[in-house]
């Protein structure tokens, strides 16, 4: 078992703390221009004049929300995909042989590289956005599931078999759930890869969105307008990820004990 | 006595490898006795109990399991490995109640049989528990009430007491030998120490294929044997069997 590494919340609070003081007084003593540097204040104000009034004539929590909305249905979509192709083809030579250097070559590519064919193939709404969301977040979980199932303890799947179980049995009750914690460490990462790519897509092609908020805002130079949606990126990013490990707490709760 | 397994002419090859690992075994072992296995690390207990299992085909030869060869991994062969196989993802019952779950018994059939062996293998306490959080003790007896859920006619146990601590160990040989005693099952247990095969054992099988003796079964009158009687006559049967295998 794994002994818990100590975290110091204290000093972790104090380092925002400092941040937040240096910030303050780098702009209270005007150091550098309003323009480019907004205030701690200036900040919060904005953010409480969005809330209120929104970006754009477009509510701030729309922008919020679709970018979620955008996000979510693709990982969704990649999940019920790439879990079953994955778990199959970590079993089946045939069909790993069949998509793995498909995805092999899709993988390294940088989503955006190939957002603009999208956009010529399915349009400039939201389906472009979501099958390029859908591709950075499908390969993810499809390897880890490859590896989850490749790496099940091979006394599992027999002592099944001498218990009786059937192939099909083996696979959904034994197979599945030992390969649950790589599906869990797969989609997480997939998140991430989704999260990074909307906020690009955003900026490249929407008309709403936290991505298209901040680009929209540098045109005018509204760096205090920047400021907020970067902030709530970041929070948001931090949550998501927190929220899935909660997640995977509850369902993979065996996983690192032994 | 009965046969119920019967190993005929066994070879076992790997596949890729250039000398066989079993070479024509012949062995016979009996309704309702358990049988012991020693031999040297890597001479091919593991290999045979694989293969009387079903999880591998004999190169050539046959074994039977009354009268019909085996052809593939079966409920009425259960196996017990050295690292248990629990599911970390299920409970104590669920773990013992696994292949009866498979095989569609009813749940109310299911809870009983399980809170049987629970009772039997001493950890009705510990039903909703997670194997993470048993000793490894307590962890081998769920792996033998598992395999005895489905109440297979031989049980096999592939060197399932070696990690465990001396005193464990005997609390658990006593467990075994109880259900052997009141299920009158047949048991095949792989060991590569001398006195808990000579405790466990009706018969003793010995693996010798590099002396050119694929396997060879001796009585024991020392089965179950309390270690307060150990004497000298103990020792010199203990010794003659050290001497086969070196
Ligand atoms: N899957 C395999 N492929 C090829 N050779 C194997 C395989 N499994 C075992 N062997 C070889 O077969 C021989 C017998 O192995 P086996 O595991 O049956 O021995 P064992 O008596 O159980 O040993 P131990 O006491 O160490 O468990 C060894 O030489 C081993 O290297
Ligand atoms: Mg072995």
């Not at chain 1, 380092?15 to 480019?36: D, G, Y």
């Not at chain 1, 603009?116 to 349009?123: C, E």
């Not at chain 1, 599906?183 to 909307?198: C, K, P």
Request: hydrophobic share 45%; glycine share 6%.
């Amino acid at each position: 078992m794994k002994a818990r590494k100590k975290h110091y919340w204290g000093i972790t609070v104090a380092t925002w703390l400092v941040l937040l003081v240096v910030w303050q007084l780098v702009t209270s003593l005007k150091i550098t221009p309003e323009i480019l540097l907004p205030s701690p204040e200036k900040v919060i104000s904005t953010f409480i004049n969005l809330s209120k009034y929104g970006y754009n004539g477009i509510p701030l929590w729309y922008h919020f929300m679709i970018t979620m909305v955008r996000l979510l249905s693709a990982v969704v979509l990649a999940i019920i995909t790439a879990v079953p192709l994955g778990l199959i083809s970590g079993r089946i030579r045939i069909i790993y042989s069949m998509f793995d250097s498909i995805i092999q070559f899709i993988r390294p590519i940088p989503p955006l590289a190939y957002y603009t064919l999208l956009i010529l193939w399915v349009g400039i709404g939201e389906t472009s956005k979501v099958v390029l969301l859908y591709l950075a977040a499908f390969a993810p979980i499809y390897l880890a599931c490859i590896s989850g199932v490749q790496k099940v303890n091979d006394d599992y799947i027999k002592s099944a078999e001498s218990l009786g179980a059937t192939p099909r049995q083996v696979f959904f009750h034994v197979i599945f759930p030992s390969a649950l914690p790589d599906i869990f460490t797969g989609i997480r990462t997939a998140v991430g890869m989704a999260y990074t790519t909307v906020v690009a897509a955003e900026m490249v092609a929407a008309t709403y969105g936290i991505g298209w908020m901040i680009i929209n805002a540098s045109k005018y130079l509204k760096s205090d307008v920047m400021f907020v949606g970067i902030i709530i990126l970041g929070i948001t990013g931090v949550a998501l990820d927190q929220f899935l490990k909660v997640i995977e707490r509850k369902i993979v709760f065996w996983s690192g004990k032994s | 006595m009965e046969k119920i397994i019967e190993v005929k002419d066994l070879t076992l090859t790997y596949p890729g490898a250039d000398k066989s690992t079993l070479d024509a075994l012949n062995l016979d072992i009996n309704r309702g006795e358990i049988m012991t296995v020693i031999g040297k690390s890597g001479c091919g207990k593991s290999t045979l109990l694989n293969t009387i299992a079903g999880y591998l085909q004999p190169t050539s030869g046959e074994v039977l399991l009354n009268g019909e060869p085996i052809t593939g991994p079966n409920w009425k062969l259960g196996v017990v490995f050295q690292n248990n196989a629990l599911y970390p993802w299920l409970n104590v019952s669920d773990n013992i109640g696994f292949g009866l779950k498979m095989r569609h018994f009813d749940k109310s059939k299911i809870e009983s049989r399980v809170s049987t062996l629970l009772d039997q293998v001493q950890l009705a306490d510990k039903k909703d528990d997670y194997v993470f959080s048993l000793s490894g003790g307590m962890r081998q007896r769920v792996a033998i009430a598992r395999a005895l859920a489905n109440q297979p006619q031989v049980v096999m146990f592939d060197e399932s007491f070696g990690a465990l601590d001396e005193f464990t160990r005997n609390d658990i040989h006593n467990v075994v030998l109880d259900l052997w005693k009141s299920l009158h099952l047949t048991f095949f247990i792989i060991t590569h120490d001398i006195d808990e095969a000579i405790k466990l054992g009706n018969r003793i099988a010995i693996m010798t294929p590099d002396k050119g003796i694929p396997i060879k079964v001796i009585d024991n009158p020392y089965f179950n044997i309390d270690s307060a009687k150990i004497d000298a006559e103990y020792m010199k049967y203990k010794n003659d069997i050290l001497e086969q295998i070196v």
